[in-house]
């Protein structure tokens, strides 16, 4: 898996490409708490290119987003489409992420 | 910090100047790579091996080592051949004869014109301990699962097996003869830690409130989940699924929060069941829903954690029946090819 990330002032916008399995997950949870533990809250992350992620995937995004809620902060997904987005709408994890197509 | 004087002069300047050697969080020695005679030791070393600055310039590397002498020279030689550094386990002995496991990560080098056997020495007594008292954790987990039940209206067959000692996952099921129901739960909790698995025990204990408590299974799912929120505050969920057997009037009913599919072998070959519902532990006031299904003699049902469903699930073969899935499943959790935990719990109607 690809993990591509681009910070501004506001906001960091993290790009994944390709399928997030367990040692994806692990990686991209080291970036996204280290960019927390600096300050960062709020995240838009593009699901445009993954074709899968798993548990483990989900983990790490409902964590970050468990973390940066308290903050007034919130982690938004874009481009999720087959069945990576099937995946948030069986969990119901569309309704904890703000979802953008 | 001491160095062993005449011998390694140059060095003892360069270590007083730096200090750098005390500032390492595990033992490290130098050892003459010639004639095993220590040459100096930092102060984690003098701590862990119990002796004083003067005994211990007076040791040789087998008055420290709990191994033969050829043992010993191997493993110098090995390091002297491996130029990153070689590491190994073995055991050491403290002043007082207490001996215990150590990790030596060595390497040689010639410091000064001296041929040194370098070596960074981690007690790992306390990982060892660590270790023992998880594996006993997950026989105590393993200890909290039923046994497989068969009477005249159904059969059960189950499979297990944690990523790593202790599980996120585990399962319960529990049958009411009188009322004739059979109540179950699948767990999955994210994560493989100590954490987790006792993060099931809970999830376990309230499946048990839950199925006294006279409401519906979506009900049920909505007030354990409700429950558990104060054990998963730190960014941690769950997926679970709760099924309910009523073979009074062939019902079988569901609710999912988060293991969102379940398998029904039919004559006609396997359907996955999907069924939505939001993980526990994220939403307290989450609402679920209910699912049914009517169910005849010889269908079967599968349960199971995404450890196992995605290995059975890639497209599944039509002619499997209920005794080869569960013979599957056995090698899929055997084969430690798994890199989650595995679970599942097979119901045939008789």
Not at chain 1, 71 to 78: D, M, Q, R, S, Y
Not at chain 2, 143 to 168: A, C, K
Not at chain 2, 264 to 280: A, D, N, R, S, V
């Amino acid at each position: 898996m690809e993990i591509t990330t681009n910070i501004s002032e506001k906001e960091v916008i993290i790009t994944l490409a390709g399928s997030m399995y367990v040692e994806d997950a692990a990686v991209l949870r080291e970036k996204l708490m280290g960019f927390i533990e600096s300050g960062h809250k709020q995240f838009i992350i593009n699901l445009h290119n993954v074709d899968y992620i798993d548990s483990s995937g989900l983990g790490v995004l409902v964590a970050v987003q468990k973390k940066v809620l308290p903050k007034e902060g919130h982690v938004t997904l874009t481009g999720a489409k087959g069945v990576v987005k099937e995946l948030f709408e069986l969990t119901r994890l569309n309704k904890v992420f703000r979802m953008q197509a | 910090m001491s160095v062993s004087q005449g011998i390694f002069d140059g060095m003892c300047d360069y270590c007083q100047r730096f200090d750098l050697f005390n500032m390492i969080n595990d033992a490290l020695l130098l050892i003459d790579f010639e004639d095993g005679k220590i040459l100096f030791m930092n102060q984690k070393a003098l701590a862990l091996y119990q002796y004083t600055e003067e005994e211990f310039l007076t040791l040789c590397a087998d008055d420290i080592a709990n191994s033969s002498m050829r043992t010993l020279r191997e493993n110098m030689e090995l390091a002297k051949t491996h130029k990153e550094g070689y590491i190994f386990t073995t055991n050491h002995i403290k002043k007082d004869g207490t001996i215990f496991k150590v990790e030596v990560s060595a390497r040689y080098m010639t410091l000064h014109g001296t041929p040194v056997f370098a070596a960074v020495i981690r007690n790992l007594t306390f990982e060892g301990k660590m270790r023992e008292e998880i594996q006993m954790a997950g026989k105590v987990q393993h200890r909290m699962l039923p046994r497989d039940l068969e009477n005249e209206l159904f059969r059960i067959r189950s499979v297990y097996q944690p990523h790593h000692y202790v599980s996120g996952d585990l399962y319960d099921f529990v049958y009411e003869e009188k009322s004739q129901l059979l109540f179950g739960i699948m767990i999955d909790v994210m994560g493989h830690s100590v954490a987790a698995a006792l993060q099931t025990s809970i999830l376990k204990y309230l499946f048990l409130k839950a199925i006294k408590k006279n409401i519906t299974i979506n009900d049920r799912l909505a007030w354990i989940n409700k429950e558990v929120m104060p054990f998963f505050k730190g960014g941690q969920f769950a997926g679970v699924f709760l099924f309910e057997f009523d073979f009074m009037c062939n019902t079988l009913t569901y609710a999912a929060g988060g293991i969102n599919h379940f398998l029904i072998l039919k004559e006609q070959g396997p359907y996955i069941i999907k069924t939505p519902g939001l993980f526990l532990g994220i939403h307290e006031d989450e609402v679920y829903d209910q699912g049914s299904y009517h169910f005849t003699s010889g269908e079967s049902f599968l349960f199971l954690t995404d450890g196992l469903f995605e290995r059975i699930v890639q497209p599944m073969d039509h002619q499997l029946d209920f005794w080869s899935i569960h013979e599957m499943s056995k090698k899929i959790v055997n084969s430690g090819e798994c890199n989650d935990d595995a679970s599942g719990v097979g119901i045939l109607i008789r």
